[in-house]
């Protein structure tokens, strides 16, 4: 195995185009796992920590791009007011010292169906910007970006370099349940956000389909019949629980029946738009 | 491959070292400072805690390679001038220790949450302990024992201003 150690993106991408089996490494706490277990060998890491730029954030036209190094607890610490969703998501990833290391990035290289940062990206209408040194930069919507069970969108010789989440315009709320309130895989979970200014809310379900996904179906019933300046109808609150739950797709497995992570998704669709709506009313009303 | 590093104020070069390799080996079966312990290598129980310029992360999970030319401080390092820390000494006065196995992770853990918040909560003691498994103590004296040394440190008035590492 070889330990590659870029410097610059430009050294990064061009070890990744000379050496496609080279793994990219960044907080290691997925990588570092598969290896201390054997589960896999690579033929090179390619640690990325020595990039600086990708541990940086920065703001401008309504978007945060947020370097593919930026960890958990950078999150949690100065994007909670930008980017609330995923702030909610980040403070219930594993423990302090995951979140310390554990980043955004990683999250989306390793594209599990629970990973926490998917939902609210996808409630938020994020975008993926990866490069590689033959084609350069593509954006990939973040729902575009996950193709299978750990597949992200991603050729051989690309790398993430950031993600692009448009700073939340409105409330956002992230829901998940697990056996725990520290160091839980997603049984399920569900990230929502309000669209005032467009008159839409944005979804994401995690842990209850072989990829992460939006309910495109229950987005596009409230953009039909929310009335943006009236409280909440009860009967729709249902219907989008439903639509919510219709959009997944689960299995059973030893962290929960297909059946119960159905009925949660319903249930926490129908929470977080509640919490949403009364930020909403609240903020109206003030 | 060879690692050059800081650890605990002294720079050490380990060689030989594999790509795939911890910091947590490295540190223990190379540098002969088996204080972090080994129990999981998968980030699920914090006892391999270590401060990485000055932030706790699990060592099992820190590739050793990541390390070079960067700062590490364990447990073993956590003592200054022959005295214990106040965070080492309230965890021997609380009966926090029984086995022993967990408690190098905690006090790199609690003493990094000390340094960060003078007084802090259960609430916040708890949350940030929440990374670290302790099978025998049950937890209690544990917590007793963090109160106490926040007490003792601000008592001390070092609370504030120390870095982490
Ligand atoms: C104890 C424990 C608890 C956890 N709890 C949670 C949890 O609650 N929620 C959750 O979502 N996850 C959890 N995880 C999983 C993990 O922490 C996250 O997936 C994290 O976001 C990974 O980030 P990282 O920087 O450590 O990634 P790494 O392990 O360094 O990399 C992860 C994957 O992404 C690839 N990669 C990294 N950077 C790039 C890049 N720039 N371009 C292309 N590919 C890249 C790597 O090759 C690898 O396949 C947990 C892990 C542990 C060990
Ligand atoms: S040995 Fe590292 S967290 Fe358990
Ligand atoms: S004292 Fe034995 S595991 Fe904590």
Request: aromatic letters at 6%.
């Amino acid at each position: 195995m070889d330990f590659l150690r870029p410097t610059t993106w430009q050294e990064a991408l061009a070890a990744k185009a000379d050496r496609p089996g080279a793994l990219p490494l960044q907080g290691g706490t997925d990588v570092m796992v598969e290896i201390n277990f054997d589960v896999r060998r690579p033929e090179a890491l390619l640690d990325l920590t020595g990039v600086a730029e990708l541990r940086e954030w920065s703001v401008a036209g309504g978007v945060c791009r947020l370097g593919a190094g930026v960890t958990y607890a950078t999150v949690i610490d100065e994007l909670g007011g930008a980017l609330p969703g995923l702030a909610q998501a980040a403070r219930t990833v594993g423990s302090p010292q995951i979140r310390n290391r554990g980043t955004v990035g990683g999250n989306l290289g390793a594209a599990s169906p629970a990973g926490d940062s998917h939902p609210p990206l996808l409630a938020a209408g994020a975008a993926v910007e990866v490069e590689s040194r033959g084609r350069g930069v593509r954006t990939i919507p973040a729902h575009a970006f996950y193709l299978g069970v750990k597949r992200p969108a991603l050729e051989p010789d690309e790398l993430i370099r950031a993600v692009r989440v448009p700073v939340a315009a409105g409330p956002q709320y992230f829901s998940k349940v697990g056996t725990r309130n520290a160091m839980v895989i997603a049984v399920c979970s569900f990230a929502l956000a309000l669209h005032p200014a467009e008159r839409r809310v944005g979804t994401g379900i995690g842990s209850a389909a072989p990829t992460p996904l939006r309910a495109l179906e229950a987005e596009d019933f409230l953009s039909r019949e929310l009335d943006w300046d009236a409280a909440l109808d009860a009967g729709l609150l249902r219907r989008f629980g439903e639509l919510c739950a219709a959009a997944a797709a689960p299995i059973d497995d030893v962290r929960g029946t297909a059946a119960y992570r159905r009925h949660a998704v319903a249930v926490m669709a129908r929470r977080t738009l509640t919490w949403a709506w009364d930020d909403h009313r609240g903020r109206r009303a003030a | 491959m060879r690692v050059t590093f800081t650890v605990n104020g002294r720079e050490e070069s380990a060689d030989d070292v594999w790509e795939g390799e911890s910091l947590l080996y490295v540190l223990r079966e190379r540098l002969g400072l088996p204080g972090s312990k080994n129990a999981c290598e998968q980030g699920e129980c914090g006892s391999c805690t270590v401060y990485l310029d000055g932030t706790p992360v699990c060592a099992c999970l820190v590739a050793a390679g990541q390390v070079q030319g960067r700062r590490v401080r364990t447990v073993e390092g956590l003592a200054e001038g022959g005295r214990l820390d106040p965070v080492q000494e309230a965890f021997m006065e609380c009966g926090a220790v029984q086995c022993g196995f967990c408690t190098p992770g905690l006090l790199v853990q609690a003493h990094d949450l000390l340094s960060r918040v003078a007084r802090p909560s259960d609430a916040e003691i708890r949350e940030a302990l929440a990374g670290n498994l302790c099978r025998c103590t049950g937890y209690e004296k544990i917590l007793d024992a963090v109160r106490l040394a926040a007490r003792r440190r601000a008592a001390a008035g070092q609370a504030r201003g120390e870095a982490g590492a």
